[in-house]
């Protein structure tokens, strides 16, 4: 899991310089608050609507649609298995061609974003179809076995809309595909954030602090005790971090100095937030306050990362932040409500 926020001055240092040799030109102050600015909108509208979204999948019987259940043992583990994840692409890049590996990597993401963007799209796209369009029902049907040993492997149900969304999608991958476009890397990675919030739930709060106070210990080592995470980040070509670029400004849609943020700080605390609104709904007060205290705790904590990072040029682990805000925010609210026995039940 890539969840660091890299400086774009850090970025531009170590990324290296131009063939001839000569240094990038300084980041204006302008640049750098748009590329700071846009990867915080950017991380708040996957958790948003990803956490809205994830009220409907809850409530759904769509068994395509259906959400995966974060138990408290799943939260335990994952920081283990996300640590070694991480040290294995490293030395995989360490041991092997760069090159090849982005290769394998770039098909796998390939058809992941294809089928991320379309489901991720599908909702607003319906909305521009006309009431005569021709929507025909689609059922991707795989089984095991036969008579009473049969077993389904896979049960998908889809449309004629569902369709076109695929075929929309599939242009953005191609561009992905030859390009490696900042602009298609964040439509990937977008995608990636929403689907990820809207369809990983945890089955209750003390299983997100479990999760969340595991990767803050796991961020911190390796942005911290190590450069595994920041090397593996740049040198990993795959929309598994939203990125900006700094210099947009001088070079436009041709920028290729960047700041970047990992959808790891925004999915993990995304899924939080969601949970939380799901509380809200549960209580059937008719408010959203610990869905709003939360949202506004995660641009508190992005924000005081962006600035940290500002200050002492330096990657930052945005877990480090957000992770005590998001969760600390919400409790003291529970304990001046007299709802803590509520939220952690």
């Not at 369709?163 to 030859?178: D, E, H, P």
């Not at 999915?267 to 008719?286: C, E, W, Y």
């Amino acid at each position: 899991m890539d969840s660091a926020l890299s400086d774009p001055h850090n970025a531009s240092a170590e990324a290296g310089s131009p063939a001839n040799g000569t240094a990038r030109p300084p980041s204006t102050p302008e640049g750098i608050a748009l590329a700071y600015g846009s990867l915080l909108l950017m991380a708040l509208l996957p958790i948003f609507f990803g956490a809205l979204r994830s009220v409907r999948c809850a409530r759904g019987k769509n068994a395509s649609d259906m959400p995966e259940t974060i138990t408290s043992r799943d939260a335990a583990r994952f920081p283990i298995i996300a640590s070694c994840t991480l040290l294995g692409l490293y030395l995989f890049f360490k041991i092997f061609s760069q090159e090849y590996i982005n290769l394998l990597l770039s098909m796998y993401f390939f058809v992941l974003g294809i089928l991320a963007l379309s489901h991720t799209i599908s909702p607003f796209m319906s909305k521009f179809f006309p009431a005569n369009f021709p929507n025909r029902q689609y059922q991707l049907l795989f089984t095991q076995g036969s008579g009473e040993n049969k077993e389904e492997i896979i049960n998908y149900e889809f449309d004629t809309k569902d369709l076109v969304c695929l075929g929309l999608s599939s242009i953005v991958g191609v561009w992905y595909l030859l390009r490696k476009h900042w602009i298609a890397n964040n439509l990937f990675g977008l995608a990636f954030s929403l689907n990820g919030v809207e369809l990983l739930h945890l089955n209750n709060v003390s299983t997100g602090c479990i999760l969340l106070g595991g990767l803050f210990i796991y961020d911190i080592f390796w942005v911290f005790g190590t450069n595994v995470m920041v090397t593996v980040a740049r040198s990993f070509e795959a929309p598994i971090k939203l990125v900006f670029p700094q210099d947009l400004l001088e070079k436009g849609l041709e920028a290729d100095n960047f700041a970047m943020l990992g959808l790891g700080d925004i999915v993990i605390p995304g899924i939080f937030i969601a949970l939380l609104l799901r509380f809200d709904i549960s209580l059937k007060k008719n408010t959203h306050t610990y869905f709003y205290t939360s949202f506004a705790a995660y641009i508190f904590g992005l924000g005081l990362t962006i600035f940290i990072m500002h200050i002492f040029k330096h990657a930052q682990p945005a877990l480090l932040y957000l992770v005590p805000a998001c969760i600390g925010f919400p409790v003291l609210v529970a304990l001046a409500k007299g709802e803590v026995t509520e939220m952690f039940s």
